[in-house]
C-alpha cells in the first residue's frame, strides 16, 4: 500500500448511542484501516442528507452498528493512500464518494476508507464542496430519470425538485433534453429550479397548481418523479397519461399515488463505477449547479442534523478539512 504520511487516529462527527441529533458530537477516534480494494480519502467536504437523522435516532439503518459510529452518506477529498488492488485512482487523486453502508464509517470525519468502486473524480465543473454533496444525490436522480426511460421532448414532472435530490434532477432532465415543470418548496424554492432551468415551476402547496400542470402538458405529462411525500400527490399525478411512468426512490412517505394504467416504479439508489461515470458525463456538458444554502463546520454536525428536517432548498453541507 502507497501511502502519505497518514495519523493514527483523527477527529470525527460521531455518536455512541442512538438518539437525536445531539447525540452527534466531536472525538477523536482511530484513522480506520485500508482494504486491498479501498483508497483512504481526505475529506473535505460531506453532505447532510435529509435521511441522515434517521441513521441518528436508529429508525433507518444501512449496516450493521458499532459505537463509536460515523455517519455521511457522501462527501469529496484527496486520496492519501490506496490499496494494494486499487486500478483507478492514485494519491492525490481529487474524488468524491457513496458512504452509504460502509462498516468503516462515513465522510462526517477527516478521513475516510471507502471501496474503490464507490468514489469517483470530481468533474471539472465542481468545486470540492459542491462535490462533497452530490453522490448521493446525483445516483439517486440520475437512476430515477433511468427508471422512466423517458425521450427527448417527453414531459417531466419532478415534484420536491428544490430538495438535495429533486434540484439535481432538475438539471439531468434537462441534460437528457426533457420538458420539465418543476414543484418546488416555497418561493426561494421555486426561484432556484427555474434558475437551474426548468421549463415551468410552481410552489407545491398552490391551489392553481392542477390547472398549471394541464397548461403544460395538455396530453398528460409522459412520467413523474417524485421525492417528497406531501399528500401523496394523487390529484397532480393523475395528470400522469396512461401507459407513463412514475418513479420514486424508496423512503417517500406516503408513496406517490398512480392512477390506473400508470406504473409506479420504487427503487434505491446504487452507487457504482458505471452510475459515476453516466453521471460524470452528463454533468461534463456544461455548467452545473449543487445548491449548498448552508455550510457548517464539524463542531456544528447536529445543528446540521437539525436543520436539514426544517425548510431548505438544496443540500445542507459540513466543511470538515476547515473544521
Known sequence: MAEAQIPTQMRAAAMDEFGPPEVVHVETVPVP????????????????????????????????????????????????????????????????????????????????????????????????????????????????????????????MIIGASGGVGHVAVQLAKRLGLKVFAIASQDDGVALVRKLGADDAAEGHKRALAGRLRGFAPDGFDGALVFTGGDGWEEELALVRRGGIIASPNGVDPAPVASRGVEHKVYDGAGSPAAFQRLNELIAQGPFHVELSRTYPLHAAAQALRDVQRHHIGKLALAVAAS
Open 33 to 156: 484501516d485500508l482494504g486491498d480494494d479501498q483508497v483512504l480519502v481526505q475529506v473535505a467536504t460531506a453532505g447532510v442528507g435529509t435521511w441522515d437523522p434517521e441513521l441518528v435516532d436508529g429508525s433507518f439503518q444501512d449496516t450493521e452498528i458499532r459505537f463509536p459510529r460515523v455517519i455521511g452518506s457522501d462527501g469529496a477529498g484527496t486520496i492519501v493512500a490506496v490499496g494494494g488492488s486499487v486500478q483507478r485512482f492514485e494519491v492525490g487523486d481529487h474524488v468524491y464518494g457513496w458512504g452509504f453502508g460502509n462498516p468503516k464509517g462515513g465522510f462526517f470525519a477527516e478521513y475516510a476508507a471507502v471501496d474503490e468502486e464507490n468514489l469517483a473524480a470530481i468533474p471539472e465543473t465542481l468545486s470540492f464542496d459542491e462535490a462533497g454533496a452530490l453522490a448521493v444525490s446525483g445516483i439517486t436522480a440520475l437512476q430515477g430519470l433511468e427508471q422512466l426511460g423517458l425521450e427527448e421532448d417527453d414531459r417531466i
